[in-house]
């Protein structure tokens, strides 16, 4: 189980002129300062371009912080590393390699011997439920089983975290629910440290054992809402539950005052300036986030 803590984490980028030529600076996180516990899932929600998939990106090492670090049981993220294996949005399979295989990637890369990267890959399909998927492969597989696929191949060469960026987000409702529910089994059973990155309130409730909310651009964590729902895959009706609107209601009052903000600061961007240049916001600041 590993410990990670942000300590005054800033991260801006250029943002090009009319002339082609950075011209201005962007901030994106500014002093975020965050613990997360070892063996903890960490949920972090925040409004649209509030840092949060920067933040994971300088987690898994993709990118660097502009000041301040960022330390894994006290060593500070330099780059990637294999303690640390990172779930996208998009499956990111490849199409040519049948489930199993794909699994196998990670072991490839840590030299492990062809009978025992087998071995693994199986025994981490069956434990995301897909002990007879292991040769088919990406086309074969539905969304969700993709998304399966992508966990079973982070936790198979046994990072210390595991890294989630909205991983649920392009699912149906019905397949979204079952893997988060999946997921906590998951977590109960490896004890990895999770930190999982989404836009949705309830899906933040239902995971996080504690919520760390973001504030609008520049994102920096605005508070860290405690959750205590117990064992929520034991309860078919959490959602109904009034302790989870309880904490539901908490992190949209949070949110709700910053997501005003972030719209505010969009329709601000988007008017042209008073000498009539183009707004320096546009495609680049919507990109990050």
Do not use: C
Not at 137 to 160: C, N, T, W
Not at 179 to 188: K, V
Not at 194 to 221: M, W, Y
Request: no cysteine; charged share 25%.
């Amino acid at each position: 189980m590993a410990e990670i803590i942000f300590e005054s984490v800033s991260r801006t980028f250029p943002v090009t002129g009319r002339n082609g030529r950075p011209d201005t600076e962007l901030t994106a996180l500014h002093d975020v300062n965050l613990r997360i516990r070892p063996g903890e899932l960490a949920v972090i929600v925040g409004p649209s371009g509030s840092g949060k998939s920067t933040l994971l990106d300088l987690l898994g090492g993709l990118d660097s912080p502009t000041s301040g670090r960022i330390l894994l049981d006290g060593t500070p993220i330099t780059g990637p590393g294999l303690n640390r294996g990172v779930v996208f949005q998009q499956y990111a399979l490849l199409p040519w390699r049948t489930a199993a295989s794909n699994v196998e990637l990670g072991l490839e890369a840590k030299k492990i011997p062809a009978a025992q990267r087998r071995e693994r890959a199986l025994e981490h399909l069956d434990l995301v439920g897909l002990s007879g998927f292991a040769d088919r492969y990406p086309h074969e597989l539905s969304g969700g089983m993709k998304q399966r696929v992508a966990i079973a191949r982070s936790l198979a060469f046994d990072p210390d975290v595991l890294l989630m960026d909205e991983p649920f987000a392009a699912l149906d409702a019905q397949s979204r629910e079952t893997l988060q529910d999946e997921l906590l089994r998951l977590w109960r059973r490896t004890g990895k440290t999770i930190v999982f990155i989404t836009h949705g309130i309830d899906e933040a409730v239902h995971l996080g054992q504690r919520v760390a909310v973001l504030t609008s651009r520049p994102g920096t964590v605005k508070a860290v809402v405690d959750i205590d729902l117990g064992d929520r895959t034991a309860r078919s009706d959490l959602r109904s539950a009034p302790e989870f609107a309880h904490y539901r209601h908490r992190i949209w009052s949070l949110l709700h005052s910053e997501v005003d903000r972030a719209q505010a600061a969009e329709r601000a961007a988007a008017r042209p300036s008073q000498d009539g240049s183009e707004p320096a916001s546009d495609s680049k600041v919507s990109s990050i986030g």
